[in-house]
């Protein structure tokens, strides 16, 4: 994780920041320039989900839609709420 977070770094994608109730603790946050290229990713990704499903009908683009839907929540009960990316050092 260390190295990935390095190399976000270095292109200028992220900050590391300390936080007051962790000393060992660094919270990473997205730069104006990382926000900028995740929306565009982002967007990228959301037309390529579009095309993807295009072929399907309306009602198999919902079975699809609520069984993810379903799956998600699953995730989510079983791993908790999740927290903001941590660094120890």
Same mark, same amino acid.
């Given at each position: 994780m260390t190295a990935a977070i390095d190399r976000l770094e270095k292109r200028g994608l992220v900050v $590391?920041?300390? &936080?007051?109730s962790d000393r060992r603790a $660094? *919270?990473? /946050? +997205? &730069?104006q320039e990382g926000e900028r *290229? !995740? !929306?565009e990713y982002? @967007? $990228?990704?959301?037309?390529? +989900? @579009?095309e %993807?499903?295009?072929p399907l009908s309306a009602k198999e683009k919902q079975q699809v839609y609520g069984s993810l839907?379903? %799956?998600? %929540? %699953?995730a989510a009960q079983? +791993?908790?709420? $999740? /927290?903001?990316? /941590?660094e120890r050092q």
């Open positions: $590391r920041k300390s &936080t007051s $660094r *919270i990473v /946050q +997205l &730069t *290229i !995740a !929306a982002f @967007e $990228r990704h959301a037309k390529d +989900l @579009e %993807l499903m295009s839907k379903k %799956l998600g %929540l %699953l079983k +791993l908790g709420a $999740r /927290q903001p990316v /941590q």
